[in-house]
């Protein structure tokens, strides 16, 4: 299967990849080139007690230019569904944003679908989204089969959301060791 590239400029892209692989520092490169202001889609919900974490937020945000606009949220759809500024619209990231819906609905021992809402709406808003969108995502389903069910169920749900956001994309990278390969 083949898939031409277009002359006209892309107006959705998603990024995937694994841990540490430089995928939102390419997804901040692209969206730094685009014409017009940048809003950034911060979709974790830090925990103070979690250093680590924290440790990960602040290099996120050392690194952002001093001028974009930073939304912190955990609701990418209504973000994207309510009227917003010209420009880009950088979402960092996807697989945070889903462990606090699989987090909401206490759905970690259900059954896989049932944050088929949220990913409905999420997919929806992306594909409905009428300005520039880069879309960041890990890339989890590469490595070995979790050994528990949780990590078995996002890796599923992450899996199938990340093929259905491509689909709405027009154009898809996977970066591995900082190197953005096109998969459409």
């Not at 250093?51 to 996120?60: G, Y």
């Not at 679908?113 to 995502?137: E, F, K, N, Q």
């Not at 959301?161 to 709405?168: C, D, E, G």
Request: charge should be negative; charged fraction near 25%; glycine fraction near 8%.
């Amino acid at each position: 299967m083949s898939h031409s590239v277009s002359s006209v400029e892309p107006r959705r892209t998603l990024v995937l990849g694994g841990a540490r692989s430089g995928k939102s520092g390419y997804a901040e490169e692209l969206a730094a080139k685009a014409p017009g202001p940048v809003r950034y889609l911060a979709t974790s919900i830090p925990d103070p007690a979690d250093l680590d974490f924290a440790e990960r937020i602040a290099t996120h945000r050392d690194r952002r230019p001093a001028d974009w606009t930073v939304l912190e949220s955990a609701d990418p759809a209504a973000v994207l569904g309510a009227p917003g500024p010209e420009g880009t619209t950088l979402i960092d990231d996807i697989g945070t944003w889903l462990t606090a819906r699989i987090d909401a609905r206490d759905a970690w021992e259900s059954p896989r679908g049932t944050v088929a809402p949220d990913a409905d709406a999420l997919v929806a808003a992306v594909a409905a989204y009428p300005h520039r969108l880069v879309i960041v995502s890990p890339e989890v389903g590469m490595g070995i089969i979790p050994a528990t069910r949780s990590g078995r169920l996002f890796r599923d749900e992450i899996g199938t959301l990340n093929q259905r956001l491509a689909q709405a994309c027009d154009e898809a990278f996977l970066v591995v060791a900082g190197l953005p390969l096109r998969l459409k």
